[in-house]
């Protein structure tokens, strides 16, 4: 698989390859120094039998990182492994100047008691958010816990840790992005599995087909919805996780809307848009916007207020839709759309 295999599916091979016997090390990229082309959580798994899958740098030390896994795989302690410690090794290995990662290894359990890569991949199976925890280094390195819904579920580090450094670990894990955190001797590494992305589409129009082509390259899962079975088909949209006919407002009051929601209107209908909107304005979803110029949205803005919409909802929406990158041609439009969500997924946001 590429780099950019998702957590679900890497989850599933090293399920597979623990099915069938195979011993499995995980690979985590747990600091970055400078610049590097993966972000913090970045994960490879290794079966002994030196099949890989995901990756830790976009391939620039995979290999050395495999040899380091099948060490640990013959029995040798977890590893916490630096690359790209000077400028030339850096340019050496394909990292950017300066730029340096830290990377640690450990050999999943062996699937049975305290199996917590099995409640992991259950917990993400069922959109349950969680946390994996795992001990770098002090006394306990390659010691974990998992925390699903925010509770503790699976790990040796649940029996080694006393009250209040559970209670801080709990504390820390609210944290959305991984993190690293100093805890008496212990340095741990928080990695977060939210519930996947959801964008909801109103309106199956062109541009709506782009759209959910760019949404599934990064890991939405993708809702379009229209009124108008004409325009809502399978044949236009064969790659849609999810296509639904009928009004969208009454559609969208049975999605349950959460912080990892993201909206986009883009009927130029307001029957169909503004019974979308305000259902969207109602919850606490990540992003909404609307398609239209600025004359547009005033004019919808009005409306919206006449619905029972207070103002400072009606400030949440982006509008008009997208970053200005110039382009009128439907999938120019969607890109810009789609670089406005990443702009603001992008920005850190504790879990809700």
Not at 257 to 285: E, F, R, W
Request: aromatic residues 6%; hydrophobic residues 45%.
């Amino acid at each position: 698989m590429s780099a950019a295999t998702a957590p679900h599916q890497l989850w599933e091979q090293i399920d597979a390859w623990r099915k069938a016997g195979e011993r499995v090390a995980l690979a985590t990229l747990v600091k970055v120094y400078g610049s590097a082309p993966q972000g913090l959580g970045a994960k490879m798994a290794i079966s002994a039998g030196g099949s890989m899958v995901g990756s830790v740098s976009g391939g620039c030390v995979e290999g050395a990182v495999v040899q380091s896994a099948l060490t640990v795989l013959e029995g040798g302690p977890p590893q916490l492994v630096a690359y790209g410690i000077d400028d030339d090794w850096a340019r050496g290995v394909g990292l950017a100047c300066g730029g340096a990662i830290e990377v640690f290894i450990n050999e999943l359990p062996a699937p049975g008691e305290n199996d917590y890569p099995t409640l992991l991949h259950a917990a993400q199976r069922n959109k349950q958010p969680a946390v994996l925890i795992t001990a770098l280094a002090g006394p306990y390195p390659g010691k974990t816990l998992l925390l699903t819904d925010g509770e503790p579920a699976a790990g040796g580090l649940l029996e080694l840790l006393n009250d209040d450094e559970l209670t801080a670990v709990m504390r820390q894990s609210m944290v959305l992005q991984p993190a690293r955190m100093q805890l008496y001797d212990h340095d741990l590494f928080f990695d977060v599995y939210r519930p996947p992305k959801r964008l909801f589409i109103i309106g199956a129009v062109h541009t709506a087909i782009a759209l959910v082509g760019f949404a599934r390259t990064l890991g939405f899962e993708t809702y379009v919805l229209d009124a108008r079975g004409a325009f809502a088909t399978p044949e236009r949209f064969p790659h849609a996780h999810h296509l639904l006919v009928g009004w969208p407002g009454d559609t969208l009051a049975g999605l349950d809307l959460d912080a990892s929601s993201y909206v986009v209107v883009l009927t130029h209908d307001a029957k169909i848009d503004n019974p979308a909107l305000i259902q969207a304005l109602a919850g606490p979803a990540r992003y909404i916007g609307a398609l239209g110029s600025r004359r547009t949205h005033a004019a919808r803005s009005d409306d919206l207020r006449s619905l029972g919409a207070a103002d400072e909802q009606i400030a949440r929406i982006h509008a008009p839709i997208g970053l200005d990158l110039g382009g009128r041609r439907p999938e120019e439009i969607a890109l810009a759309i789609m670089a406005e969500i990443v702009a603001v997924e992008n920005q850190s946001q504790p879990i809700e």
